[in-house]
């Protein structure tokens, strides 16, 4: 079965940095690329951070620029999100998720994790 | 404020039928899939549907999508109680280079 764990959250202060982990099994990992979802408290969804296969393709969503930082690593079956300066915004529940690519279309979220809550409060 | 905009709320009865919208823009609908996910509270979400119609395996086919321009539209019928969640349309912006969503839609089966 494909499982995704997330783990690394936790109450840190504004201006304090986070690193997020992701653990994969079930599938071959570094054939998929990946992705940061993140929601606040009582919010909707938010797209943070996808990265290809072998790390040469990266982007991030404009509110998180410059601050975060995605990585992975094939043999680890591993992803990671560095979240330096953090903001009380920066408040979630964060996900990650594997891109699957169709005949069609990539970046289809087909698997989730169970999700990691970061709180940034003092 | 979202990037793809659904309507906050939807409701129907049991057995009945509902629609969800999701409008979004020359960048992102207009020219690329739509993904519909499923979230129940306290969960991650899930994937409905993708490619604007097709449902992964075990979903069943009374969920459906489609697409128009620079919408979609996701459809539920027979509706069960079980179906109570939040529903979210995605798809990628090819402008911004990001993954966006809609603000999700809580859909009460009454």
């Known amino acids: 079965d494909v499982q995704l764990a997330e783990s690394g959250g936790g109450l840190v202060q504004p201006g304090g940095s986070l690193r997020l982990s992701c653990a994969t099994s079930g599938f071959t990992f570094s054939t998929y690329d990946m992705n940061w979802v993140r929601q606040a408290p009582g919010k909707g969804l938010e797209w943070v951070s996808y990265i290809s296969t072998f790390s040469n393709t990266i982007y991030y969503a404009d509110s998180v620029k410059g601050r975060f930082t995605v990585s992975r690593d094939n043999a680890k079956n591993s992803l990671y999100l560095q979240m330096n300066s953090l903001r009380d915004e920066d408040t979630a529940i964060y996900y990650c998720a594997r891109a699957y690519c169709s005949s069609s279309s990539c970046h289809i979220l087909d698997y989730w994790g169970q999700g990691s809550l970061v709180t940034v409060s003092s | 404020q979202s990037v793809l905009t659904q309507p906050p709320s939807v409701s129907a009865a049991p057995g009945q039928k509902v629609t969800i919208s999701c409008s979004g823009s020359?960048?992102?609908?207009?020219?690329?899939?739509v993904y519909w996910y499923q979230q129940f509270p306290g969960t991650a979400p899930k994937l409905l549907i993708y490619?604007?119609?097709k449902r992964p395996s075990g979903i069943p086919d009374r969920f459906s999508g489609s697409k128009s321009g620079t919408s979609a539209t996701l459809g539920i019928t027979g509706l069960q109680t079980g179906d109570e969640a939040d529903y979210y349309c995605g798809t990628w912006d090819s402008s911004l280079s990001a993954g966006v969503f809609g603000g999700g839609t809580k859909l009460t089966v009454l």
């Open positions: 020359s960048s992102n609908i207009g020219i690329n899939y």
């Open positions: 490619d604007n119609n």
